[in-house]
């Protein structure tokens, strides 16, 4: 499929309101393609192509990227509702969206002009993929560096056009502060995919396979910083000089409390439609049931509230020039690792009401159930994050890496 090019573009419009409708509508048109993509993506351990398909030609994976490249530059409030209905419909295809969305943002947001026209050249928008984690080590040369480097978890990198990693420039690992941290554009031909993702226990539909390079040339113009606390974008508007794990924790918060909506909401389905062997009465006729159902729709709205309620009001106080310190960032890592642990606590309690019917494959509960545990995996230093929020309301220093 040919990819769009900026003259041809899907039309984002301005008006925050008016685009907010706009990309819900498109997520609301899509709903039945990637909810019924969600079996066929385990088996392939890929997002599915139709989903693919799907995505790219909403205009969703322009969530992020800069509205002067094309895309729609959501605010926080509309990226954390597209996210979240995306994950409610299929948990793969909001995955897959939220770290592709950010790949291509990051992309468009930071690489210096001669890198960006290699990226989108003549105006193409690509798909890509991104691993955070600075597992390359760049060697300063003649042009740009000499890298050699095996990124992790590069979910969606299957219909991915560039990788973006992490890379510690060699030399500096050893100063008084941490090491000098590039972020490295490479085109997804000229590395190593190790097909290493077929036999995980969850998220296997979102293709997270590694992928290696060795001693490959860079050119310095296909690198960029994204600094941990005060970024530096070239483009686009506020919302890139977040932190990044400010940028990327509100995704991680919303694709988790859509995925726990949807298992509450198949289990209220379950108990009030079916009726066990075994058992004389429907799950609804169990007290303890309407427990669970009530108190975990009660904490799932909490929690929606309060991510939503948090980057509202970052966003307002960056209008008047204030920029998020250390303490932010810890507070809204807490946030997020907070909805997925919810999100895996009633995931739980669904797998284990549900019984025999969640046992056996495919079914949505257990599907759900191994996916959010394995996101909870994928969010580490959960600890360290409640422990950082912890140090806020002691009023003692916190860990940027939260």
Avoid at 338 to 345: E, G, P, Q, V, W
Wanted: proline fraction near 4%.
């Amino acid at each position: 499929m040919a990819k769009p090019s900026i003259n041809d573009a899907i039309a984002f419009p301005k008006d925050t309101l008016a685009k907010r409708a706009f990309l819900l509508k498109a997520v609301r048109d899509i709903c039945e393609t990637i909810r019924a993509s969600g079996v066929k993506s385990e088996e392939l351990a890929t997002l599915a192509p139709e989903s693919v398909t799907a995505l790219r030609e909403s205009g969703i994976f322009r969530l992020k990227l800069p509205a002067e490249l094309g895309g729609a530059e959501a605010d926080h409030l509309t990226e954390m509702l597209v996210l979240e209905e995306l994950a409610y419909h299929d948990f793969t295809s909001g995955w897959c969206t939220m770290v592709g969305a950010t790949a291509v943002a990051s992309l468009g947001a930071f690489l210096p002009q001669s890198g960006l026209e290699k990226v989108f050249k003549d105006g193409a928008i690509p798909t890509g993929s991104i691993s955070f984690f600075p597992a390359g080590i760049a060697e300063k040369t003649a042009g740009g560096f000499k890298l050699s480097g095996r990124w992790r978890f590069n979910s969606g990198i299957g219909h991915a056009e560039w990788v973006v990693g992490g890379s510690v420039i060699d030399g500096t690992q050893n100063g008084d502060g941490p090491p000098d941290v590039i972020f490295c554009a490479i085109p997804i031909g000229d590395g190593t995919l190790h097909h290493n993702w077929d036999d995980v226990v969850g998220l296997k539909g979102t293709g997270s396979i590694d992928f290696s390079v060795e001693d490959y040339f860079i050119a310095d113009d296909l690198t960029f910083v994204w600094d941990m606390i005060a970024p530096q974008p070239k483009r686009g508007g506020n919302a890139f000089l977040l932190p990044p794990f400010i940028f990327v924790a509100k995704e991680h918060g919303s694709v988790a409390i859509g995925a726990g909506r949807r298992v509450l909401d198949e289990l209220i389905h379950l108990a009030t439609s079916t009726r066990g062997t075994f058992r004389a009465s429907k799950l609804d006729e169990r007290q303890i049931v309407h427990r669970i159902i009530g108190e975990a729709d009660l904490r799932l709205r909490s929690a929606r509230a309060l991510l939503h309620q948090t980057y509202t009001e970052i966003e307002a106080k960056m209008l008047e020039g204030w920029r998020p310190d250390i303490a932010a960032i810890a507070e809204c890592r807490s946030i997020a690792l907070f909805c997925t642990d919810l999100a895996i606590d009633i995931a739980s309690k669904a797998y284990h009401f549900a019984g025999n019917t969640a046992l056996h494959q495919p079914h949505i509960i257990e599907r759900l159930f191994r996916d959010l545990h394995t996101a909870g995996l994928h969010q580490v230093v959960s600890d360290t994050a409640y422990e950082n929020q912890g140090k806020i309301k002691l009023g003692l220093p916190t860990d940027p890496m939260s």
